[in-house]
């Protein structure tokens, strides 16, 4: 969501507040802009669109001061615009905010009854002019900034500068993540280490409730009563050298092609290669005492917890259910004595599961997460901790958290099933035989790119396209029609092949494009049939299997494109199947001229409900 950054530095505030955005931009954004002290006064630039726009303004008119705030925003209230890009400010402070004020309209209604005019449709400028009113009051920021806390209703992250105080900065956090740094004579805020990599890995980050005080030798942290507090400082493993896009055309293609180191280094945290085991760090219960699994993601993480279902209930006969986030909260369902809730989250700050786990965690729930970064929000939610190994994701389209996010949950499910008794010591090893492969078959997928990219060109001249398959490549394609729709626009939908006959089957005419997820297994005949009966209606048929599954299916009837993928266990096949689909969303993108990495209206964090 919206990316936050604070800097009560030595150098030059602008430019640093603007390569810290810049890090910043794969959350997804509309506007952006900065706020610095000039001579104890606040100075703003603000832009709509991207931060090129900005640059260009400060270009033009350059802001000066070493003391500053940063901010990218994406949309709540109010259309995208300069008038509403934060900083917002009066005289006396100016604010850069991530989240919703709920209760922001009782609030304006209340300050325009005292004479105060408003200049966007945010709530954000609320805060500003609370503070503000404070202020005139004669109280102290500090003072100020406590006496608005207990006013605000709903989830936020902000930073403030005050007018007159360039040694001092205010931040806070519910609901919102925020990230204090320690530097060397300066201080920082920021909306996660991304931000702050170049210039601080040392890192504090704010509990839920806190809110901090920050000067240039240090920071003073209190919790929502007030109370001083102590929060540990972190040297954290980010750097800012990890995410630049190399020779890759964008941020998405470059890490498709990473999926293979990266789900190599998933493995090796969990998986000894050598001894064919799968090896967990200690869990805070006994799988033969879990009655079900409640699995709670958002978005494509969703879809992961979807193929887990499948692994879970096929290897270790353990019940699941998942949700997405927020219909698990609000369907507020019974939950049974010992369950397991599972999150699954790449940012671990996703707002709509963080809500589902802490609705788990009240109907007594053990609480396990997986997610791409340690420090998150879930993370430290949670009783137990499985990490993957992504790196940071900066493409808004989910790619390689996705499929490491499907390697954790295959080695959680074995070791389920292990321990239930429903796993025996050489399947146990012919499954983490495949796992171990999978870095290498997904190495051979990535040789199709050139041929993808030609299918793409028919794809991106497609008003609609449908994704198909049965069992654990269902959710796959679901997956695919996602990122589809997410980065070219055009309407996907993804079905269990099965349920063809049962409505989709009315919308299969002339040239609409069918994805088939059909590896070899013993699903295949079924789906293979299938593809006959939408050939026969018109329809073009990119096929997705292995060589074997191709050469059944040539005999058939001969699809439009056939792409051939590696022979693997089909336990393994929902992860290898993942990658093309991915390729052909991305370059059917390529071809429409959309933003790749920043797709409309979307974001990478969606940190609101």
């Not at 050939?535 to 990119?542: A, E, L, T």
């Amino acid at each position: 969501m919206c990316g936050i950054i604070g800097i009560l530095g030595i150098a030059d505030a602008a430019r640093l507040l603007i390569d810290g955005l810049k890090r910043l931009e794969y959350r997804g954004y509309d506007s952006a802009g900065i706020a610095t002290l000039v001579d104890g006064r606040i100075d703003r630039r603000r832009a709509q669109g991207k931060l090129s726009n900005l640059a260009d303004v400060l270009e033009k008119s350059p802001l000066s001061g070493n003391t500053g705030i940063g901010h990218t925003r994406w949309a709540t209230h109010g259309v995208p615009s300069e008038e509403n890009a934060h900083p917002h400010a009066t005289d006396r402070v100016a604010i850069v905010h991530n989240g919703i004020i709920e209760n922001y309209q009782e609030l304006r209604d209340s300050l325009s009854g005292k004479g105060i005019t408003f200049s966007s449709q945010t709530d954000t400028e609320v805060v500003a002019h609370l503070v503000s009113d404070f202020l005139e009051q004669g109280m102290t920021p500090k003072e100020a900034v406590a006496k608005t806390m207990p006013m605000l209703e709903g989830a936020f992250g902000f930073v403030m500068v005050f007018a007159g105080y360039p040694d001092l900065m205010v931040g806070a956090r519910r609901g919102s993540p925020l990230a204090i740094g320690y530097g060397d004579g300066e201080m920082f805020f920021g909306s996660d280490a991304l931000a702050l990599a170049p210039m601080t890995r040392r890192i504090s980050y704010l509990e839920e409730g806190d809110w901090a005080v920050i000067t240039r030798t240090g920071a003073e942290v209190f919790d929502t009563a007030g109370n001083p507090v102590e929060r540990k400082v972190v040297e954290t493993a980010v750097s800012g050298a990890l995410i630049g896009k190399g020779n890759y055309r964008h941020f998405m293609l470059k890490e498709i092609y990473e999926q293979p180191a990266v789900i190599g280094d998933t493995l090796h945290s969990v998986l000894n290669p050598a001894t064919q085991t799968i090896t967990l760090p200690d869990l805070p219960f006994d799988w033969t005492d879990v009655p079900k699994i409640t699995i709670g993601a958002c978005g494509t993480a969703s879809y992961a917890g979807m193929v887990a279902k499948y692994w879970f209930e096929g290897l270790a006969r353990l019940p699941v259910e998942v949700d997405v986030g927020s219909e698990l909260r609000y369907r507020s369902p019974p939950l049974p004595k010992n369950g397991l809730a599972l999150f699954v989250s790449q940012s671990g700050e996703t707002m709509d599961t963080l809500e589902a786990l802490r609705y788990c965690k009240s109907e007594g729930q053990r609480i396990l997460s997986v997610v791409n970064v340690p420090e998150s929000t879930i993370a430290r939610a949670s009783d137990a901790v499985l990490l993957t190994q992504a790196g940071p994701e900066i493409g808004v389209a989910s790619t390689k958290a996705f499929t490491t996010q499907l390697t954790i949950l295959a080695c959680l499910a074995i070791a389920a099933a292990k321990a239930r008794g429903h796993l025996d010591r050489t399947r146990e090893a012919t499954l983490a035989a495949a796992l171990s492969e999978v870095p290498g078959r997904a190495a051979e997928v990535l040789n199709h790119d050139d041929y993808i990219r030609e299918i793409a060109q028919t794809v991106a001249e497609a008003r609609d396209v449908f994704f198909m398959g049965r069992g654990s490549a269902y959710p796959i394609a679901m997956e695919g029609a996602l990122k589809l729709k997410e980065i070219s626009y055009i309407h996907a939908e993804g079905y269990a092949a099965g349920e063809m006959k049962h409505g989709p089957l009315a919308l299969i005419e002339e040239d609409v494009p069918i994805v088939m997820i059909a590896p070899s297994g013993p699903l295949f005949e079924k789906t293979a049939s299938n593809v006959q009966e939408m050939i026969s209606r018109g329809g073009k048929v990119i096929f997705l299997s292995d060589g074997d599954g191709i050469a059944k299916m040539n005999k058939m009837a001969k699809p439009f494109a056939s792409i051939e993928l590696p022979k693997v266990d089909p336990f393994v096949a929902p992860i290898l199947y993942t990658i093309p689909v991915q390729m052909l969303a991305y370059h059917t993108a390529v071809w429409k001229g959309t933003d790749v990495d920043q797709p409309r209206n979307l974001a990478k964090a969606v940190t609101v409900e």
